[in-house]
């Protein structure tokens, strides 16, 4: 397959809830065009996009999957994605590739949580939208209220170009056709709406249709991706996937509303940061400095080699030129370019602008930019949710612990919302994802692929302790003798708060020579570390000002290692004297439900020592909640919003601040602490 002009490429994101049809309208338009000579079936596993052994035991997608169909002589790239609310990063980070999201919508299941997260989240990205409603036939479906739904949801900017009729077994277009009997909606009427929506972006059309009552559809036709990629039109389709009617009219739309990369979202490379920061467009041009952005990482779980999708912003790249990540000087040679059919790989001449391409076997990371010499910058992505859903975790066996350690790498490589880290202060591996089915299957693959098994436990939270009163003038004394050389330090300090999030501070208030000059820094030294310790509850002290007033140094037994014992220990001493408290994270939560759920999910907030700070009304009959929250209550949030409202409901979270725990959480805190002995008291 050789290069394609700007012009006949489309790029097109599958996006929406989970069991909306995504993948069975995949397969589907790879047997119309061709590209197959069977419809792949998720559910016995014949899916050529749901390749991995993951989604075909679950039988729903968990990772996204590139393909490529061609219609009238265009090239379609698609992204079909996963619709699990706890895999959205995955179809947020396809988004970055493509410049027209198709959400896909079942009309047996309605509007889900990932359906207007994605339609709101391509929208703000500056992505051409349109809606494909799939099962048309299906029972229980009711294609008229669907539609006030989607207008009521989505806006008036939503609009049919075609219409199921004969009980859902074939379609009419109604932008060419003004009459026909539809199985739901007028087609006059739907025909009119939709005509007086293109021709609104354009001042020529417009008038000629208020002088004349028509346009001529070959007027029209060029008016129609400017319409789509402005946002103007939302184009809605009608399709059975399974039965194959409405894919035809769906691989049509393809090609003459979504826009072509010319046209389509305009992207920037930024350099800089802040009152420095350099914006230069992009233009989709062969002739332009190459420029792409990886926006999809994925591995062949049998040879382990590594592929990066690549989206190209602007110009040329041959198999024999070289790429360069944002910063590095050091060059790397692609070798082969390939196109992604699922896991059929097809080698093409060149990389060329506007075409989505994979790279095999790079050192290169989702997000990165990448050029053909040596250069720097970065272009926008839309936002991804933050992994607050957190496990810890322990290898089963402990000649396991390498084989994990790669797992969890080449996770977090492909999957931009799952991280992983070692928590300096509770010594735990802790994974991070978007809800309990994420991290489940994290923790499936890693058994699957890397034969590794592990054991979770919640995370500890991170708990500080600080002070609210002073304790002045506090000694300890340090005698250590042992035959030899003995040990001795003297000190005295006193301790008051800091301000909030200033941090620790140490004053040298000693004048003279009470103790030694070399050994004061061994103080704050040991200060330091009992401070990391913890004191009342092993957790990490923060905002206190301990200043050293007064000591004793032995000429022969003082060293450095009898002051730190002395500064740890004086610490300690004084920490429990000055009215010591707990301070807990707070997070701040946006939680979207069901209307009728408001009233259960605010008393189970307030339940959980949760503060209300605002509630908003949205389309659809939904609801976001705005509150604050301890950490500590809502580290299994996922789960319960799922089981309240139905699996309907969706939220986010972020570290907002800290703040002092309830006496009686904190002495329930203080209690379970089992401290460990000090070998140097």
């Known amino acids: 397959m050789g290069a394609r002009a700007v012009g006949d490429i489309r790029n097109i994101a599958l996006v929406g809830h989970s069991a909306a049809g995504k993948t069975t309208l995949g397969e589907a338009l790879l047997l119309k065009t061709g590209a197959t000579n069977r419809l792949g079936s998720v559910d016995d596993g014949s899916s050529l996009l749901d390749f991995d052994d993951e989604s075909k035991e679950r039988k729903q997608s968990v990772d996204s999957a590139a393909f490529f169909i061609e219609r009238n002589g265009k090239l379609i790239n698609l992204i079909d994605t996963p619709g699990m609310p706890d895999y959205c990063g995955l179809a947020i980070s396809a988004l970055s590739g493509v410049d027209t999201a198709a959400i896909v919508i079942s009309a047996a299941s309605g509007i889900g949580v990932n359906t207007r997260r994605m339609f709101h989240m391509a929208g703000d990205f500056g992505l051409a939208r349109m809606i494909i409603v799939t099962r048309i036939d299906a029972e229980n479906a009711d294609l008229a209220e669907l539609v006030n739904g989607i207008r009521e949801t989505f806006g008036g900017e939503c609009h049919p170009v075609n219409l199921p009729a004969d009980g859902g077994k074939r379609v009419i277009d109604v932008l060419t056709i003004e009459e026909g009997a539809a199985d739901v909606l007028d087609v006059k009427q739907c025909h009119t709406e939709l005509l007086e929506s293109i021709v609104e972006t354009d001042d020529s059309l417009m008038d000629e249709y208020m002088s004349t009552g028509a346009v001529h559809y070959e007027k029209i036709d060029p008016a129609i991706e400017k319409a789509v990629a402005s946002g103007h039109v939302v184009p809605i389709l009608f399709v059975n996937a399974k039965t194959g009617v409405g894919i035809e009219e769906v691989l049509d739309t393809f090609v003459h509303f979504a826009p072509p990369p010319e046209f389509g979202k305009p992207r920037e490379l930024i350099t800089g940061e802040g009152e420095s920061e350099k914006r230069t467009a992009l233009a989709a041009d062969p002739a332009r400095d190459f420029v792409a952005q990886v926006f999809k990482i994925t591995s062949d779980p049998k040879s382990n080699i590594k592929y990066c999708l690549a989206r190209v912003l602007q110009g040329c790249l041959k198999p024999d030129g070289q790429v360069f990540p944002s910063g590095d000087r050091k060059g790397q040679r692609p070798g082969h370019i390939l196109k992604l059919r699922g896991n059929q790989q097809s080698e093409i001449p060149e990389a060329s602008a506007g075409d989505i391409v994979a790279f095999a076997k790079l050192d290169l990371a989702i997000g990165t930019t990448i050029f053909a010499k040596s250069n720097e910058g970065r272009i926008a992505r839309p936002k991804l949710p933050t992994p607050m859903f957190a496990l810890a ?153 301990v200043s050293l007033v007064d000591g004793k140094t032995h000429p022969v037994d003082s060293k450095d290692i009898a002051f730190q ?64 929250v301890p950490l500590s209550e809502v580290t299994t949030y996922s789960s319960q919003l799922k089981s309240v409202t139905g699996g309907q409901g969706s939220y986010s979270m972020e570290l907002s601040h800290y703040d002092v725990v309830p006496p009686n959480v904190q002495q329930q805190i203080m209690a379970a602490y089992k401290p460990h002995g000090d070998d140097d008291e």
Request: positive net charge; charged residues 30%; glycine residues 10%.
């Open 393 to 545: 975790i322990e290898p089963k066996s402990r000649g396991d612990i390498e084989k994990i350690s790669g797992a969890l790498h080449r996770f977090a490589e492909e999957d931009p919302c799952f991280q992983y880290h070692r928590d300096n202060e509770t010594n735990e591996l802790v994974i991070n994802g978007l809800g309990d089915m994420h991290l489940t299957v994290i923790r499936s693959k890693m058994k699957r692929y890397y034969k590794a098994e592990v054991d979770t436990k919640p995370p500890k939270i991170p708990y500080r302790e600080t002070i609210v009163g002073k304790a002045t003038y506090v000694e300890y004394t340090h005698k250590k003798q042992s035959g030899g050389a003995g040990q001795f330090a003297k000190v005295a300090i006193d301790i008051e708060p800091n301000e909030r999030g200033k941090g620790y501070e140490f004053v040298d208030k000693i004048f003279g020579g009470a103790i030694d000059l070399s050994f004061r820094p061994s103080v704050d030294k040991g200060v330091r570390d009992q401070m990391k310790r913890g004191v009342i509850a092993g957790c990490q002290v923060v905002d206190v000002k």
């Open 565 to 628: 014992i002395a500064g740890r220990q004086v610490f300690k001493k004084a920490f429990t004297s000055a009215k010591p408290i707990l301070l807990e994270p707070i997070v701040s939560m946006e939680v979207t439900v069901p209307a009728g759920n408001v009233g259960d999910i605010t008393r189970d907030l307030s339940g959980k020592r949760g503060q209300i700070i605002n509630q908003d009304m949205l389309p659809g009959n939904q609801m976001v909640i705005k509150a604050t």
